[in-house]
């Protein structure tokens, strides 16, 4: 039978007092745990529930060991305590509080259990010490449930400052001082205790200050006090008094946080620092953008005295070879302006300063202009031009008609560049838009520029569209350019919200091509848009106007006053914005062109002015004349009043289409242009022209000047008749084309018109039509030259 019987009882058993069998199981059977402690502090016996409460004791209780070490053992397991010297003093302390221990007394656990002890004195000094576990109880309350549900550290002290509870995330936050929660210590003892085993020693000031405060507590921490701990951690502190004047101390751990707003305030800084980058760079770019308005203001004004001086002399008889210098000049110039222009066009688009003028265009008539433009320098190369077009190129849409011509203009100069020989192709045609549902009044325009020259290595294809690059360097040498024409091209059909793409192989010749939306425009509203852009009634074509030019350069008045003059207008010139304003009531002036930089009174201040006057010239077309060509400029001249801008150097087309836009004129034929086509029924001399010539030269000038034409003109006849068997006819180009703008200029319409389709011919390596056009040239020039002296001897009798 003695397998049945119990283990004799722990406290019994190591007592060795087997004569009270029956104490020992009243005590194991207990949910309190027990322990006997002699006078010196060993300890005696200990209950089954002791050894459940205290399992970090296991394997050492054992009779005779004293207290002291299993308090060591107790806070080794409950207490992270690494300094030595720290941890014997906090044992200490729990011992001196057992010996002092009279009431119960309140604490938790590491593992959250709370646990009341009490302790009962024998009179020799020994002591029976129990522990309830009371967790369940003091949890019970809503205060409790909020202490355990929280993520700060609570302790609640009475008005006094004794402590009453605390919850577990407190014994996380102070794991060393975790011994003093429990009834009979008071915020006093856990603030020294806090900054002695947790907080760095710098805070020992802060947590004077805080002890330094009687009871019941009137002054709280007013803002959460953030506390250094030893370890370089933070801790937050709030206080609350409560209206009993008990506080409720709340502890966070804000070690995390602290790092998030360091790294905050550090991407502020940073964020900060980018803004004054960003904005130190946009000053450097705009003032860049300034010095390059500057530039092109110094560069374009001495430049409009070059070209239009030049473009004057190409229309006076010169010698030949002169002649020839002159047209070298004039492209030189032509050329520079163009590297100008793109720089300019450049740093525009860098600056988003770029605004695009939708109107109304038809693709077609903007090809076959650009077919036209290219058709002689092609012809000159022996290379085949064509364009090809679906009948959807005939409709109107709406785009920037002039941006898109710059594209197109690059785009095609490049072909003809890279093309020694072949053929270039232009190719339009629309597609539906992405999504024709829903943007039935959109299409997608296409525009292909194909060429059989010498093709794009594929790993450079990439890096052309960057500004500045070239596909080879030998190629600067070997044909020019900036690198500038592709990178403005680009940037344009994005602005436009469409892209340019390119296929190509060397030696099989390139596609570029350009896909852009473009709003499909009905005739109805076509016609409102013309009619609400209409500058001038119909009626006020056909006369010459009468022109005020307000302009203190003196080159530059020469310049425009000539060309003005050789139109047929009448200018009356002053050189500044003051004087214009009082030429104005003198004469009934049809325009003004009006310098912007005058002395006195610039361009702007004088057309506020005028617009302000209600006179009855308040509403005069004004023309702004500048060498700004930054878009910007121009939306301050139409916002001061002006019309329209004219960039200087001034471009005799361009000027005539506004004078005839502004003023009604239409517009004088152009002195050249090799796409134009023989006009039948005109007279074989223009007696108009002939008047207009002999206004703007003067009347006594007129006797040296025909006969210096006569001369030129046969000179060059001659030479042309004399090599008209030539091995290669495109020699004579250039003496047939000096005589296109001898015969324009001086009104021989027949002999003009022949001798472009001779420069044509010539220029297309035609023999065969070159040696018939030669016959008639002699013969005409033989019927016709007489005209022009006899009209002079008229003049001059
Ligand atoms: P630019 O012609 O003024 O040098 P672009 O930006 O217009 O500048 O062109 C950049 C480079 O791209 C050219 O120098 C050339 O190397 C290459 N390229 C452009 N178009 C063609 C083409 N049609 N065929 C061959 N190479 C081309």
């Known amino acids: 039978m003695t397998a049945t019987v119990p283990p004799p009882p722990l406290l019994f058993d190591q007592q060795d007092t087997s004569d009270i069998p029956f104490v020992g199981a009243l005590l194991d059977s207990m949910e309190t745990a027990a322990c006997l402690i002699d006078t010196d502090e060993r300890i005696i016996g200990w209950n089954r529930c002791y050894e459940a409460f205290f399992p970090e004791h296991e394997g050492q209780l054992k009779r005779g060991w004293s207290y002291i070490d299993n308090m060591r053992n107790y806070f080794r397991a409950n207490a992270e305590i690494t300094d030595a010297k720290l941890f014997e003093e906090t044992v200490e302390a729990g011992v001196a509080r057992h010996r002092n221990m009279r009431d119960p007394s309140l604490f938790q656990k590491r593992n959250g259990r709370w646990l009341n002890s009490r302790i009962y004195w024998f009179a020799d000094g020994s002591c029976l010490k129990t522990w309830q576990d009371v967790t369940r109880q003091h949890n019970r309350t809503a205060t409790d449930l909020f202490m355990e549900g929280t993520d700060r550290g609570v302790v609640l002290f009475d008005a006094n400052g004794n402590f009453e509870k605390a919850n577990r995330v407190m014994g996380d936050i102070f794991p060393r001082a975790v011994d003093l929660f429990h009834p009979g210590t008071t915020y006093l003892d856990h603030l020294r205790a806090y900054a002695e085993t947790t907080l760095a020693p710098h805070e020992a000031e802060t947590v004077a200050r805080l002890i330094n405060r009687p009871f019941p507590i009137r002054t709280p921490v007013a803002r959460p006090l953030q506390l250094r701990r030893l370890d370089g951690g933070w801790l937050e502190l709030r206080e609350r008094v409560l209206f009993d004047g008990s506080l409720q101390t709340l502890w966070l751990d804000i070690t995390t946080a602290k790092a998030l707003e360091k790294s905050n305030a550090d991407l502020d800084r940073l964020v900060h620092e980018l803004r004054e980058a960003r904005q130190t760079a946009e000053a450097a770019s705009a003032a860049k953008s300034a010095f390059l308005a500057t530039m092109s203001h110094e560069i374009r004004t001495p430049m409009n005295g070059v070209l239009g001086m030049l473009g004057l002399l190409r229309t006076v008889p010169l010698p030949a070879e002169a002649l020839d210098y002159a047209e070298t000049a004039h492209q030189s110039a032509t050329a520079l302006l163009a590297i100008i222009d793109d720089v300019l066009d450049i740093t525009k688009l860098e600056a988003g300063r770029i605004t695009l003028e939708p109107l109304p265009f038809r693709p077609s008539e903007l090809l076959r202009s650009i077919v036209a433009l290219f058709a002689p320098r092609v012809a000159e190369r022996g290379v085949t031009l064509r364009l090809q077009t679906d009948a959807s190129l005939e409709l109107v849409y709406q785009s920037d008609p002039t941006r898109l011509r710059q594209i197109l203009v690059n785009l095609v100069g490049n072909a003809v560049k890279f093309t020694p020989s072949g053929e270039i192709t232009i190719c339009g045609y629309t597609e539906p838009a992405a999504d024709p549902a829903a943007t039935p009044d959109l299409a997608r325009l296409v525009l292909e520029v194909r060429d059989t020259g010498i093709g794009i290595p594929l790993e450079q294809q990439a890096l052309i569209f960057d500004r500045f690059t070239q596909s080879d360097q030998s190629i600067t040498r070997r044909f020019g350019g900036t690198g500038l024409g592709l990178a403005i091209s680009r940037e344009l059909a994005q602005l436009m919200g469409g892209y340019i ?52 350069n003196e080159i530059n008045q020469r310049v425009v006053i000539a060309l003005l003059r050789k139109a047929g207008h009448q200018v009356y010139c002053v050189a500044s914005g003051r004087d214009a304003l009082e030429a104005l009531p003198e004469h009934a002036f049809d325009l003004v062109l009006m310098d912007i930089h005058m002395p006195e009174m610039d361009g702007l201040q004088a057309t506020r002015l005028i617009r302000a006057s209600g006179k009855p010239w308040a509403r005069i077309p004004i023309i702004a004349l500048t060498a700004d060509a930054l878009d910007e400029s121009r939306q301050t001249h139409l916002a001061a009043g002006m019309n329209d801008t004219l960039a200087k150097p001034i471009d005799r087309d361009k000027l005539l289409q506004t004078l005839q836009r502004w003023g009604g004129k239409p517009e004088a034929p152009a002195a050249q242009g090799a796409d134009a086509k023989p006009e039948p029924a005109r007279p074989r001399f223009d007696q108009a022209r002939f008047a207009e010539l002999v206004d703007t030269i003067g009347r006594d000038a007129l006797p040296d000047l025909i006969d210096s034409v006569i001369a030129a003109v046969t000179e060059r006849v001659t030479d042309i008749a004399l090599h008209r068997h030539a091995a290669d006819v495109r020699d004579l180009h250039a003496p047939a084309h000096q005589l296109i703008s001898l015969f324009g200029n001086f009104a021989l319409t027949r002999l003009h018109d022949l001798s472009r389709r001779l420069a044509s011919a010539c220029l297309a390596g035609n023999r065969l039509e070159v040696a018939q056009l030669i016959g008639e040239l002699e013969a005409q020039t033989a019927a016709d030259l007489p005209l022009l002296s006899e009209a002079a001897q008229a003049v001059t009798a």
């Not at 109805?524 to 848009?529: D, I, W």
């Not at 009626?539 to 022109?547: F, Q, V």
């Open 501 to 552: 793409s390119l296929a190509s192989a060397p030696g099989e010749g390139s596609t570029f091509t350009v896909s852009l939306p473009v709003p499909k425009i009905d005739a109805a509203a076509l016609e409102a848009l013309t009619n609400s852009r209409k500058p001038a009634p119909a009626s006020t074509l056909d006369r010459p106007l009468s022109i005020l030019l307000a302009e203190d």
